[in-house]
């Protein structure tokens, strides 16, 4: 059962990432990829780890692809990625690579299956919590000054004008 | 049947893969920047995987910083990509070699 969940889960997940890179118009990809975060949260709810399934949803299906429809609507798209490709053949190389890629990461994790320590269960939400004001403090204040630099940096791009 | 670790490791690389090949392809950096969250979560879910195996909380915590440094750089990506695009009216990676040869 929970196999079969996964089958369909992955199949989506794998189908909507394809979708993003193949789909000419950019909006479908935006939506493809909404699609490709909701089924990796759900992965994330079936490995146990369910702050993170929610966190996916709010911060990367949400806030972040919102971000980037705003930019998409904002930038009116439409005009690229026509006429002559100045890099045709290195673009033709991309996808032998990426099949040498995708075959050197399952070789990997073929070689790793079955081995290491055996599987000990997800850890809870609450130890998560306490992980994260505990151990990561010193992080988890950093990611605040980081988020607030960007915010920082951000408005100073958006202010300045062109020329 | 409880899902086997590896299912999780092979849909990650195979998430990588078509993320890295996005990067590659496409020439529209809106798109570059989706294959590049493509990747994160790719990753994302190789490191939750690894937690739950060791039943450690590290892995979640992990995937959490990656999260919040994610949030930052498509916000100030986005804000570099719409200002390229204020200056060019044009949005396409091969006219950005202003610094490469």
Avoid: C
Avoid at chain 2, 25 to 42: G, Q
Avoid at chain 2, 65 to 89: D, N, P, T, W, Y
């Amino acid at each position: 059962m929970a196999r079969a969940a996964f089958v369909l889960v992955a199949l989506l997940a794998v189908g909507a990432a394809l979708g993003l890179v193949i789909k000419k118009n950019v909006i479908h990809g935006a939506m493809f990829l909404v699609v490709n975060m909701a089924s990796i949260a759900a992965l994330y709810y079936m490995l146990g780890a369910e702050f993170l399934a929610v966190a996916q949803i709010v911060v990367y299906a949400g806030a972040i692809m919102v971000l980037f429809i705003f930019a998409i609507m904002f930038l009116i798209p439409g005009k690229d990625e026509t006429g002559p490709d100045p890099r045709r053949w290195q673009r033709a190389l991309a996808l032998p690579l990426g099949a040498l890629l995708l075959i050197l990461l399952l070789a990997v994790v073929a070689a790793v299956r079955g081995t290491g320590p055996p599987a000990a269960g997800p850890a809870t939400s609450g130890a998560l919590y306490r992980a994260l004001l505990t151990d990561y403090l010193l992080p988890f204040e950093l990611t605040s000054i980081l988020l607030l630099a960007a915010i920082v940096g951000v408005m100073v791009l958006a202010k300045r004008r062109p020329g | 049947m409880t899902v086997p670790d590896a299912w999780y490791l092979g849909l990650s690389a195979v998430l990588f893969a078509i993320g890295i090949v996005g990067v590659i392809v496409r020439r529209n950096p809106l798109v570059i920047f989706m294959s590049i969250e493509l990747a994160l979560n790719a990753a994302n879910l190789a490191l939750v995987t690894f937690g739950a195996r060791l039943g450690s909380p590290d892995g979640q915590a992990l995937v959490f910083f990656v999260m919040a440094v994610a949030a930052a750089e498509v916000g100030v990506g986005l804000a570099i990509i719409v200002v390229i695009f204020r200056s060019r009216h044009r949005l396409s990676v091969d006219d950005l070699s202003l610094m490469r040869w």
